[in-house]
């Protein structure tokens, strides 16, 4: 078997499909890329037992055939290979690339050992275009938990219902949704967990295009489709929370925050901050300002914001990673942030329009 393929595509590919594969696995194949042929195409396949990524790239060949490279080896080959086409001969389980002057020899695998990657879609999908999809992705999964204490929370739900989708990530000290309207309604109601990993990783290859990605979710996995590349996961089950019910049914009050302003001073304050002394960072509402304040034992900070606020004084602290979280994933110049009492949560909406909805709880502060 033997093709020819631009460098550059080839690379791109590689790299596409390389963020499903195992740095190191008990079982050595995973750690390489299937290769397979077809007249005028190549796939390239990575699997990790949970998810599979499949990147098809044109290439000039007439064979027909499957073999596996090892992943790390063939990416870092390609990257220091010279602009142009690159040859790849396979001799059984000897591999030969060529591209200029430069001839490389690699032993390849296998391809009977790869484990199977079901591609396979169920009848029902939706669509959007990768650009929401991607927002979507990346203003939840910043709030899935990391420990697997409740293995559901490590990913995000996708939920819906009539004409909405909504994505939701949590991890017990945060909540963030994120709502669109689909295409097409659904008939029923339909709900499915993706694992945060395999959606920072799509997030990643996603662009902010309007090219469409069609989603085809079934009982325990999900495939994610766009133009040459499909994308297949685990689903996790288990129960998620009832995110509705914990929205806070309190009164609250708004007042309106320039994001860039206040992560400004969030960032000032954060350098005083370090893993083993994680002080929480103090809001103090009063008189038209917010003042922010952090102390440490390294020492301590001030700064504030002028705000339209006329409540009465209310002072809050909150752990400034997840204040710096939810800021950083708003994607607006201005944001509503909602607040009722120092222990009941804070809520960040935009200024028109319902698209997200991040809460975050407030760390209860002791009385100096």
């Known amino acids: 078997m033997k093709f020819t393929c631009d460098r550059a595509v080839l690379a791109q590919g590689v790299a596409t ?13 995973l750690e390489g890329l299937l290769l397979s042929l077809s007249p005028g195409c190549l796939q390239l396949t990575g699997y990790d037992m949970e998810t599979g990524i499949r990147c098809s790239i044109p290439a000039n060949t007439k064979d027909t055939g499957e073999f596996v490279l090892p992943c790390s080896t063939f990416s870092d080959i390609l990257k220091k290979l010279p602009e142009g086409e690159v040859l790849v001969e396979v001799e059984q389980d000897e591999v030969t690339i060529t591209a200029g002057y ?41 709030s899935v938990s990391q420990s697997d204490s409740k293995p559901v929370h490590t990913g995000c739900l996708f939920h819906l219902e009539g004409d909405e989708l909504e994505v939701v990530g949590v991890d ?42 069609t989603i085809w979710p079934s009982k325990r996995s999900v495939v994610f489709e766009s133009e040459n590349i499909v994308i297949v996961t685990r689903t996790i089950e288990g129960e998620f929370l009832n995110y509705k019910n914990a929205l806070p049914k309190i009164p609250m009050f708004t ?87 120092s222990l009941s949560p804070m809520v960040l909406r935009p200024v028109e329009d319902e698209r997200f909805l991040f809460l975050i709880l407030p760390v209860r502060l002791r009385v100096d």
Request: glycine share 4%.
């Open 172 to 213: 017990g000290y945060r909540l963030a949704i994120r709502r669109e309207k689909l295409q097409v309604p659904v008939e029923q109601p339909l709900q499915f967990v993706v694992p945060g990993r395999t959606l920072l990783e799509l997030s990643r290859i996603l662009t902010d295009s309007d090219t469409e990605v």
């Open 17 to 29: 499909a390389s963020r499903a594969v195992l740095g190191r696995s008990s079982l050595p194949v």
């Open 102 to 142: 430069s001839v490389f020899n690699i032993i390849g695998i296998a391809a009977e050992s790869y484990p199977p990657v079901n591609f396979q879609k169920e009848s029902f999908c939706f669509s959007m275009d990768q650009k929401t999809l991607r927002s979507m992705i990346l203003q939840t999964v910043f």
């Open 255 to 341: 007042v309106r925050v320039n994001v860039k302003e206040f992560l400004d001073c969030l960032d000032r304050a954060s350098l005083l901050i370090s893993e083993k002394q994680r002080s929480p960072v103090r809001l103090f509402f009063q008189n038209g300002e917010m003042k922010l304040t952090c102390v440490t034992p390294i020492g301590s900070v001030s700064d504030k914001l002028m705000l339209d606020y006329n409540e009465q004084p209310l002072e809050i602290g909150f752990n400034n990673r997840f204040l710096l979280d939810a800021f950083k994933n708003t994607g607006e110049s201005e944001v509503r942030m909602q607040l009722a009492t």
